[in-house]
């Protein structure tokens, strides 16, 4: 059973930190393409962070240089430190994995396409306000 636990959200002010982390089992977690998502109140499900199982990372724009995403094999842990906040950053946060389709071109052309992704943790809510 794939089980994926999202924690390290909560309240921040502006400019601050937090660092998510994601435990994930019930797979060969080095064998995977891992990712962050984030949701925010009455939008889409937007890609924040991928990481392939050679490594390979993809960022979204607006967090690439305040964000880094990390990924511990022998912990089967994602972590994503997250710098800079702002409120634009406030959603739910959710981790996710692909079993199948990380290795192919296709995944690597997009990475942070949500229909790669086949497991879903619950997620970590994250809120930069003032």
């Known amino acids: 059973e794939v089980q994926l636990q999202a924690s390290g959200g909560g309240l921040v002010q502006p400019g601050g930190s937090l660092r998510l982390s994601c435990l994930a089992s019930g797979f060969t977690f080095d064998d995977a393409g891992m990712a962050w998502f984030r949701q925010a109140p009455g939008k889409e499900r937007e890609g924040v962070a991928s990481?392939?199982?050679?490594?390979?990372?993809t960022y979204k724009d607006s967090v690439k240089d305040r964000f880094t995403l990390s990924r511990d094999n022998a912990k089967n842990t994602l972590h994503l430190q997250m710098n800079s906040l702002n409120p634009e950053d406030t959603a739910v946060y959710y981790c996710a994995a692909d079993l199948i389709s990380y290795h192919t071109t296709s995944y690597a052309q997009e990475p942070l396409r949500r229909q790669w992704y086949d497991y879903w943790g619950q997620g970590t809510h994250v809120t930069v306000s003032s």
């Open positions: 990481i392939s199982s050679d490594g390979t990372m």
